[in-house]
């Protein structure tokens, strides 16, 4: 059984920082970090392949930057300049022999 164990959300003032961290039980080659606000879709926020291929949605491109500890098989979202509208649940996704995979969801508030 995949696990994908986040931690690391909380309260923050606009304009600064939290970093999300999420733990896999196996080695994901490919891994996500997924948002959905209330009422709101969940929206792709950034995208890690492999150990160097990065890709991040434009609401987030400058200020988040995701990242991995291959030997931790464990991923990063550091977020910086918070804004109210990065409010949301953040999930980490993985796809893994054709299944996909998410944790258990991290809520990060930032207020105004």
């Known amino acids: 059984q995949v696990q994908l164990v986040e931690s690391g959300g909380g309260l923050v003032q606009a304009g600064g920082s939290l970093r999300l961290s999420c733990a896999a039980s196996v080695s994901i080659n490919t891994m996500d970090w997924y948002r959905q606000a209330p009422g709101k879709q969940r929206e792709l926020v950034a995208v890690m392949k492999g150990s160097m291929t990065t890709n991040y949605s434009d609401s987030v491109k400058g200020r988040f930057t995701i990242s991995r500890d291959n030997a931790k098989n464990t991923v990063y979202l550091q977020m910086s300049s918070l804004k109210p509208e990065d409010t949301a649940v953040y999930y980490c996704?993985?796809?893994?022999?054709?299944?996909?995979?998410w944790g258990q969801g991290t809520q990060v508030t930032v207020s105004s």
């Open positions: 996704h993985g796809r893994y022999l054709l299944r996909d995979y």
